[in-house]
């Protein structure tokens, strides 16, 4: 295992990103941005999906780059109000005062996904925050506000700013966590439920105060897009999305995710093998969403190579939920 883990800490992937680091613990001088953004004072991929590219990498627990990231990411569960710790919103938020405190639970919410993504579930300050977090989404899945959590502003489709539906690191949490979901089970059969039903298909926005913010980790119904068939344009997304639907044992109750999967399973081959036709290149992902997950082989340039990362996610999905694949 020593040996394994040493090869992972030199493995080139991972070399990758732990140089991107900065002396402070963050990659790109934010939190949450999923790629360059400038105009958002976004210079690189976020801490959240680097520190959790590392985690799934394997790397240990006790490496340099992920300590420097905990630090900040309790920082931010202990709500420490230094305005630095704002990060990429901290610039908008001197002339915005609601943009500061929705900031603030929103990184928290990163923060927490990230630290349980890791193994810190047993942390009474992550338990806490999972906790907080859980309660919030549940109390918006128990009001009005789920069936109807959008205003109109002007021509715009506003969420209504009580609303707190679920996010992807939210979900996350939960996910990651099997002892929360023992002890609310009754709140995650509920959210499994509220992650089936069909999204709106209008575009909406976030609105605080006059800050306008695309709602990317933002779900009021199912994320996952598909054709007929079980197609989807955004792949790794959907293979990370189907791992925590299946982790909060939700699985079953998302025809979407359960249409994507059987296409996935019909496309291998008699050894088990993803191998769709015609698979020139790794598939992409326009949201970016799950980057950190896909692809985990940094040098896919060979036909074999191509279908590792998949091949490996179907098998990990069919193992959390208990199945057993068996290939003529």
């Not at 639970?105 to 999972?130: K, N, Q, W, Y």
């Amino acid at each position: 295992m020593a040996f394994l883990q040493e090869e992972i800490s030199q493995y080139k992937g991972t070399r990758q990103v732990v140089k991107k680091q900065r002396v402070n613990g963050t990659w790109g001088g934010n939190m949450l941005g999923l790629a360059l953004a400038k105009s958002q004072g976004i210079a690189d991929v976020g801490t959240v999906s680097q520190y959790r590219r590392l985690v799934e990498m394997g790397v240990p627990g006790d490496e340099r780059a992920l300590r420097l990231a905990e630090r900040l990411f309790f920082r931010l569960l202990s709500r420490d109000e230094d305005p630095k710790l704002l990060f990429e919103y901290e610039k908008a938020a001197k002339t915005n005062a609601a943009l500061g405190p929705w900031a603030r639970e929103f990184l928290r919410e990163g923060a927490t996904a990230a630290l349980a993504h890791s193994g810190h579930i047993m942390d009474p300050r992550v338990r806490g925050a999972a906790h907080r977090i859980a309660s919030n989404v549940s109390q918006f899945l128990r009001s009005e506000l789920s069936e109807k959590p959008f205003v109109k502003k002007g021509a715009r489709m506003v969420l209504h700013p009580e609303a707190y539906p679920p996010t992807l690191f939210s979900v996350a949490t939960i996910a990651y966590m099997p002892n929360l979901r023992r002890e609310r089970a009754g709140f995650v059969e509920r959210l499994g439920h509220y992650l089936a039903q069909p999204a709106p298909k209008r575009t909406w926005v976030i609105l605080v105060g006059k800050k306008v913010i695309k709602p990317c980790y933002h779900f009021v119904g199912d994320p996952l897009r598909a054709d007929a068939a079980g197609n989807t344009g955004d792949l790794p997304f959907a293979l990370h999305w189907i791992e925590l639907l299946a982790k909060i044992g939700a699985l079953q109750s998302s025809p979407t995710a359960m249409r994507i999967l059987s296409r996935l399973i019909k496309d291998c081959d008699d050894r088990g093998v993803w191998s769709p036709k015609n698979l020139r290149s790794l598939p992409k992902s326009p949201t970016k969403l799950a980057n950190f997950t896909f692809p985990l082989e940094c040098d896919a340039k060979s036909p074999d190579q191509r279908r590792v990362d998949v091949t490996f996610r179907i098998a990990l999905i069919a193992r959390i939920a208990g199945w057993e694949l068996e290939f003529a």
